[in-house]
């Protein structure tokens, strides 16, 4: 069975940093393409990332360009998102889901249940 | 960027209707559509890939159709766990974009 089991949320001061991980097991992780899908307290699904199963391919949200770096360590089936200057706008609930192919361009089928980040002062 | 948006923002039904929702993209994106169920404090479930294909496990109550830049998710016959909020989700061009959710309500 898929797991993904994200943490490293938390409480951060605008314009500080945070880094996210993602665990999974039950996969051949390095077969798929990973991303982090977040969602603001009472709306909707914004996603933020996504890295093909090499890395050779990373895209991100244009309100995260520049701030926010997608990364995984494939030996250690895990998902990382360093997020930096972080603002009262990135707080929501953030998800890690798992890619149906090895490219960012699929559809997402299996999810984590999300690790909360709040941005306030 | 593609832009999604979905009508009804809110739907009202009974168990037992038949309810669509509709979903609309800024550009054509072929049948590059995904729909999924987010049940609340949950994380959202994939139902529909590639506009039409039902994801494994998910009960054939439950079928979508389009292609282009119009698209439908269709639920034949409302049960009571299908009180969710549904969004719809297109991966034809990076940045993925979802739509703003549809919230399906008892009546």
């Known amino acids: 069975e898929v797991q993904l089991v994200e943490s490293g949320g938390g409480l951060v001061q605008p314009g500080r940093s945070l880094r996210l ?17 977040r969602q603001a307290p009472g709306k909707g699904l914004e996603w933020v990332a996504g890295i093909s199963w090499n890395t050779n391919i990373v895209d991100y949200a244009d309100s995260v360009k520049g701030r926010f770096t997608i990364s995984r360590d494939n030996a250690k089936n895990s998902l990382f998102l360093q997020m930096n200057s ?14 149906y192919t090895a490219f960012i361009s699929g559809r ?4 984590g249940q999300g690790t909360l980040v709040t941005v306030s002062s | 960027d593609i832009q999604m948006t979905q009508s009804p923002s809110s739907l009202s039904a009974s168990v ?23 049940r609340p404090g949950k994380a959202p479930k994939l139902l529909i890939y590639d506009a ?9 109550t439950f079928s979508g159709s389009g ?3 119009d698209f439908t998710l269709t639920i034949s016959s409302l049960q009571p766990e299908d009180f969710a909020t ?16 549809t919230r399906l309500e008892i009546k």
Request: glycine share 10%; with cysteine.
């Open chain 2, 67 to 69: 292609s282009g830049t």
């Open chain 2, 52 to 60: 039409s294909s039902l994801q494994s496990g998910v009960p054939s």
């Open chain 1, 86 to 99: 972080l603002r009262p706008e990135d707080t929501a609930l953030y998800f890690c889901g798992k890619g």
């Open chain 2, 16 to 38: 037992g209707d038949r309810v669509t929702i509709t979903c609309r993209a800024s550009q054509s994106i072929s049948t590059h559509l995904n729909w999924y169920q987010q």
């Open chain 2, 86 to 101: 549904y969004y719809c989700q297109q991966t034809y061009r990076t940045p993925i974009t979802f739509g703003q959710g």
């Open chain 1, 21 to 37: 991980s993602c665990a999974a097991s039950g996969l051949t992780f390095d077969d798929y393409a990973m991303h982090w899908v």
């Open chain 1, 108 to 111: 997402v089928d299996y999810w």
